[in-house]
C-alpha cells in the first residue's frame, strides 16, 4: 500500500509478564499495541501462540496461507507459533487503533522477528 512506507510505527507497551511454572522456559506476556494512522507492521513471526483482540478502531491482518482479515473492536485473532505475519496494519489513515496481544513464548525471546 503506497504511503504506508513513512507511517509511525506502532507504538508497544508491555501490560503484564508471568512465568509459566507448568511450562519451564515459557512465559505469558500481555502487550497493549497502539497503530498510529496509517500503520504498518513489516513481515514478521513471533515463534509464540499470539491472542489478539481489539479495543479501538480497526485493523487488517494475514498470516501466510490464511486470509486477510478486518478486524473491529471485540473481534480476536490468533497467530501460531510457526505462522509468518504477512500484513498487519491500522484499516484507517485518520484514527488510530488500539489492540491487546496476549503472548505465550519462551522466556527472553524476542516479540517479533522480522521475515525477509
Known sequence: MPGRLMAQEAKVTP?????????????????????????????????????????????????????????????????????VHIVGHNASNTKPAKFIVFLVKDKDAPVLIPVK
Open 15 to 83: 501490560l503484564m509478564s508471568k512465568d509459566l511454572a507448568e511450562y519451564p522456559g515459557k512465559e505469558g506476556l500481555m502487550i497493549m499495541v497502539e497503530y498510529p494512522p496509517g500503520s504498518a507492521d513489516p513481515i514478521h513471526r513471533h515463534n509464540a501462540h499470539a491472542f489478539l483482540y481489539v479495543l479501538e478502531d480497526s485493523i487488517v491482518m494475514q498470516v501466510k496461507g490464511g486470509k486477510q482479515v478486518t478486524l473491529t473492536p471485540g473481534q480476536t485473532f490468533y497467530e501460531g507459533p510457526s505462522d
